[in-house]
């Protein structure tokens, strides 16, 4: 039996004796001891299970095991000493859990056509973005195809980039808090068109190796500019071989 758990045993036995002497408030305090002494040993069991994934450095699983303690046993000298600790974990499994948020964001293809394979990373919009007819999510997508070669371009859910663009435009990229930089785009000769290349797709690819946010400022058919804004920080850059 450890030290304290002989100071704990102590502490129970002398209450128990004074309960025994049929005193009304010597009884309330000896449950009151016992409850405390109980809180004490059920938190130690879930301090094992928080600094045993702390150790394996299981930042989500620590997090949990922080959870519960401080939620159900928050007055306890083992929460006091699991409190130093949680606000280091909670940030660790925080960062966790955002990256497999903004990992899952991302879409990646491998299609055997004509030639080979064609590669694609996609990732949509954070917010609908209004284009005329209606708001929808805005694609972002690098291709790799054996015939036509690597591209980047924009998709809209609805309505046309402006038909000024057939030829050649700019876009405005911002990257994080970065300076916003314009970009050379065109979208197809035709009558309708759902589809914007950024012309300098290595630059793009380049510019947000690192990032977290990318926002896209473009002209639409049905006046103006429209942004969108995307959460790139999960892209996997090795699923597009040999872009780097």
């Known amino acids: 039996m450890s030290a304290a758990a002989r100071g704990m045993a102590l502490v129970l036995a002398g209450a128990f004796a004074l309960a025994a002497c049929g005193d009304p408030e010597a009884e309330a305090q000896a449950r009151a001891q016992a409850q405390a002494a ?12 928080f600094n045993q994934a702390v150790a394996e450095e299981n930042w989500v699983l620590a997090k949990a095991h922080g959870d519960v303690l401080l939620a159900r046993w928050p007055d306890t000298a083992v929460a006091a000493r699991v409190r130093e ?10 960062a966790i859990r955002e990256a497999d948020r903004t990992a899952r964001l991302w879409t990646y293809n491998v299609q055997e056509v004509k030639g080979g394979q064609q590669r694609s990373a996609q990732i949509h919009s954070k917010d609908p973005v209004d284009t005329g007819p209606g708001s929808d999510r805005v694609q972002l997508i690098f291709r790799d195809h054996p015939d036509w070669g690597r591209s980047s371009y924009l998709v809209l859910g609805g309505g046309d980039f402006a038909r000024a663009c057939y030829s050649a435009c700019q876009v405005t ?10 970009m050379a785009a065109n ?9 914007m290349f950024i012309d300098d797709h290595r630059a793009l690819w380049r510019a947000i190796d690192g990032a977290k946010l990318l926002a896209i400022e473009f002209p639409v058919e049905a006046g103006g500019t429209r942004r969108a804004e995307f959460e790139v920080g999960g892209l996997e850059r090795s699923r597009m071989h040999g872009w780097e």
């Open 85 to 94: 600790r949680f606000d280091e974990v909670k940030a660790q499994a925080d």
């Open 173 to 182: 990229v911002t990257i994080d808090d970065g300076e916003p930089r314009r």
């Open 38 to 49: 109980a809180n004490e040993r059920a938190a130690e069991e879930a301090e094992a299970g």
């Open 187 to 195: 979208r197809p000769d035709t009558d309708e068109a759902i589809a």
